[in-house]
């Protein structure tokens, strides 16, 4: 199963990447996830973009496709793979058309208000990168992961600023793909609103575990 993951901030693609990769045994492949780890570890990425997400603004093509061109090179995504964050623009969808063909792109419906909802209220682990929120998602330990006990930090993206500007920015250039990806027939939408159980169930009628 080769899937992208597409939707505005905060939808929860990252919280169903997660649990769909677990069950379905497919590597989840975020590129936030992936320039987040670079700016941890300062390396030369790291530093080349940490300016560019922390103001909401999306990374160059270029330097994005090298990227999941990579990614996708690597044994584990030869039988599937969920691509989550990627594409994000035009020229993006045409260069992954170049390098694979995926089977759908699943569409994440929400709207503004749920999103900034998320956003504001989301909680991340240093160590381990689990998702949590202040009221839907909350960690059993106030501030520490329940997974591997790390401390739980606000994104830098996450201020109502950079709120605003990736959602300027998805209007903009990624919700075009919404269009893109139904006029190749491979649009899945998928309502995004209820909790992450209910988008599981909804996912997995779609797309059965075999
Ligand atoms: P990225 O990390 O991809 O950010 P995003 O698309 O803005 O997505 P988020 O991680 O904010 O949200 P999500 O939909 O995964 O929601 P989540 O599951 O966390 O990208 C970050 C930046 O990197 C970009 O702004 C850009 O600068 C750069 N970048 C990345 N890819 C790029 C590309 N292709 N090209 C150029 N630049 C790129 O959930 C959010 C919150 O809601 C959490 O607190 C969670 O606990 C909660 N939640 C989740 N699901 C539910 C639910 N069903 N009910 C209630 N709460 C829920």
Redesign the pocket.
């Known amino acids: 199963m080769k899937l992208i993951f597409l939707?505005p901030?905060?939808?929860?693609?990252?919280?169903l990447a997660a649990l769909v990769a677990g069950l379905y045994k497919i590597p989840h492949i975020?590129?936030?996830?992936i320039?987040r780890a670079a700016i941890r570890e300062k390396t030369a990425l790291g530093v080349k973009v940490q300016a560019?997400?922390d103001a909401?603004?999306?990374?160059s093509d270029d330097i994005?496709i090298e990227l999941v061109r990579e990614r996708l090179a690597k044994s584990d995504a030869v039988n599937g793979f969920i691509l989550?964050?990627?594409?994000?623009?035009i020229p993006?969808a045409e260069a992954l058309a170049s390098i694979v063909n995926v089977d759908a792109a699943v569409n994440?419906d929400i709207d503004d208000n749920d999103v900034t909802a998320?956003?504001s209220?989301?909680r991340v682990c240093k160590n381990c990168s689990q998702?949590?929120?202040i009221d839907?998602?909350k960690p059993k330990v106030e501030g520490k992961c329940d997974k591997c006990g790390g401390d739980l930090f606000i994104r830098e993206?996450d201020k109502i600023e950079a709120i605003t500007k990736?959602l300027e920015v998805y209007r903009a250039q990624t919700a075009p793909l919404i269009n893109h990806y139904r006029d190749l027939s491979k649009l899945v939408d998928i309502d995004?609103k209820?909790?992450?159980g209910v988008?599981l169930e909804s996912f997995q009628k779609i797309f059965p575990l075999a």
């Open positions: 939707g901030p905060g939808a929860g693609k990252g919280t975020s590129t936030g996830e320039f560019i997400i909401g603004q999306l990374v994005t989550d964050g990627f594409p994000r623009t993006q994440f998320r956003l209220g989301r998702n949590y929120h839907y998602m993206d990736r995004a209820p909790d992450s988008v």
